[in-house]
């Protein structure tokens, strides 16, 4: 009976000594030793009529620093978040266009046209140039046309000055109109008109109105607005005394 006894009290202090932790290993002496225990226990969330334990939720991820991020950059592991933050480039800014516009110089001798082609427009970038000629009268000339030599010219003339005309001669120049009997030269159309009905109030046969034309050269010019207007406005154009005038472009 010895001998149980002391088993017995032997079991008893094991268990005492078990229970207090003192073996190595404790047992949470309640709820809230248990709650003190765990690990950020705010984090726990419980479900209702869940036989599932608690798990502990994670953290959203929080931004890095931005020295952290150069430094993912850097090393190729943050490079896909770097293209991602990385600003937009500016687009390119497009230059304005100036308009398109048409310039005429006219009114100029085949010298002048020839020097401002040379120096005022070959070679500039986005003109385009073209030269035209036109005749314009300059005078008109009242006449008897030529027929039948110097001789039927003479008596010509000398049946005219009979009849009260004394303002002719005869063209001894070489051409189309030698021999002919020149009565006067106008300015103006409507001044030969005149003449040449006063003419033939006096019975003169024959007589008629040429006119006199000069060959005049002008410049239709193309390109950018404001290039044309510094070609306009440039020495050589103005020395030439050309006349200025729009055309469609």
């Known amino acids: 009976m010895r001998i149980v006894l002391v088993i017995l009290v032997l079991l008893n202090l094991l268990a005492l000594a078990s229970i207090r ?4 290993s404790s047992v949470p002496a309640g709820e809230p030793e248990r709650l003190s225990n765990q690990l950020n226990p705010d984090r726990i969330m419980l479900r209702p009529g869940s036989n ?5 939720v994670e953290a959203p991820p929080q ?3 931005a020295e952290q991020t150069a430094s993912a950059a850097e090393s190729g592991d943050g490079r896909d978040a770097a293209t991602a933050r ?14 398109q516009a048409c ?3 006219g009114g100029l001798a085949e ?3 020839d020097a401002l082609m040379q120096t005022a427009i070959a070679g500039k970038p986005g003109l385009r140039s073209e030269r035209k000629t036109s ?4 005078a008109w000339w009242v006449r008897i046309p030529p027929g039948g030599g110097r001789d039927s010219a003479e008596r010509r003339v000398a049946e005219l000055r009979g009849q009260g005309i004394s303002e002719l001669f005869i063209v001894n120049d070489p051409g189309p109109n030698q021999y002919a009997i020149s009565l006067g030269l106008f300015k103006t159309e409507a001044k030969a008109q005149q003449h040449l009905a006063n003419l033939q109030a006096k019975q003169v ?7 006199r034309t000069t060959t005049v050269h002008r410049i239709e010019v193309h390109g950018p607005a404001s290039a044309l207007k510094t070609l306009t406005s440039s020495p050589a154009v103005r020395r030439s005394g050309a006349t200025i005038s729009g055309c469609t472009p």
């Open 52 to 56: 599932t334990p608690p798990r502990e």
């Open 86 to 99: 990385a600003p937009a480039a500016p687009s390119a800014t497009i230059a304005p266009v100036s308009p």
């Open 103 to 105: 310039t005429v110089i």
């Open 63 to 65: 931004a890095l620093p």
């Open 205 to 211: 046969r024959g007589a008629g109105i040429a006119s």
């Open 135 to 138: 005749s314009t009268p300059t």
């Open 111 to 113: 010298s002048e046209a």
């Open 21 to 24: 932790g003192w073996l190595g």
